[in-house]
T-cell receptor
Framework: DTAVSQTPKYLVTQMGNDKSIKCEQNLGHDTMYWYKQDSKKFLKIMFSYNNKELIINETVPNRFSPKSPDKAHLNLHINSLELGDSAVYFC???????????FGPGTRLTVL | GENVEQHPSTLSVQEGDSAVIKCTYSDSASNYFPWYKQELGKRPQLIIDIRSNVGEKKDQRIAVTLNKTAKHFSLHITETQPEDSAVYFCAARVMGNTPLVFGKGTRLSVIA
């Protein structure tokens, strides 16, 4: 009965690899987000999707590509991983125009 | 775009004392101001929020105040307990499709 889930929880990989993080929400929300939290704990929006359509794309390298197969899922694919990509990535969801954003448990990505 | 400043970055209080965290925002169109608590290794979770038509809101030991003229809002925790120790984030947004813009967080330590 998890509201927002992410897989994997931990991801350790080498520089240059390509990896994906999956996110699913069962709250019936129509808006989903990806946030990056760096080592200093700063939470920064990366992408926002509403009903499978990209509505916000902050200044993020084009190595990051979100994909939303349906409004319950928002996956994040990262190409050519770099050391600076190491962070915790949080997925979140909310109702359109709604208030509370519910966060997933996070995926800790470590690039070696 | 919106910019949210949060102070202090770290705060230590004795158990039973009060803690106050302050945030300022730049976009006068922002009208929703949530506070999230993030315990070590966990996801951010909403603890209280306030909308622009309200000046103060309380929930047991937690209260939030909003001054729209000055564009600042504050979190007040009374009778602090060790389990209040966490990183607290303020955020602001304009209702609709816009994502939350977070402050940089305050690490609160409650010393028993």
């Amino acid at each position: 009965d998890t509201a927002v889930s992410q897989t994997p929880k931990y991801l350790v990989t080498q520089m240059g690899n390509d990896k994906s993080i999956k996110c699913e929400q069962n709250l019936g929300h129509d808006t989903m987000y990806w946030y990056k939290q760096d080592s200093k704990k700063f939470l920064k929006i990366m992408f926002s999707y509403n009903n499978k359509e990209l509505i916000i794309n902050e200044t993020v390298p084009n190595r990051f590509s979100p994909k939303s197969p349906d409004k319950a899922h928002l996956n994040l694919h990262i190409n050519s991983l770099e050391l600076g990509d190491s962070a915790v990535y949080f997925c979140a969801s909310s109702l359109l125009g709604g208030h509370e954003q519910f966060f997933g448990p996070g995926t800790r990505l470590t690039v070696l | 775009g919106e910019n949210v400043e949060q102070h202090p970055s770290t705060l230590s209080v004795q158990e039973g004392d009060s803690a106050v965290i302050k945030c300022t925002y730049s976009d006068s169109a922002s009208n929703y101001f949530p506070w999230y608590k993030q315990e070590l290794g966990k996801r951010p979770q909403l603890i209280i929020d306030i909308r622009s038509n309200v000046g103060e809101k309380k929930d047991q030991r937690i209260a939030v105040t909003l001054n729209k003229t000055a564009k600042h809002f504050s979190l007040h925790i009374t009778e602090t307990q060790p389990e209040d120790s966490a990183v607290y984030f303020c955020a602001a947004r304009v209702m609709g499709n816009t994502p939350l813009v977070f402050g940089k967080g305050t690490r609160l330590s409650v010393i028993a």
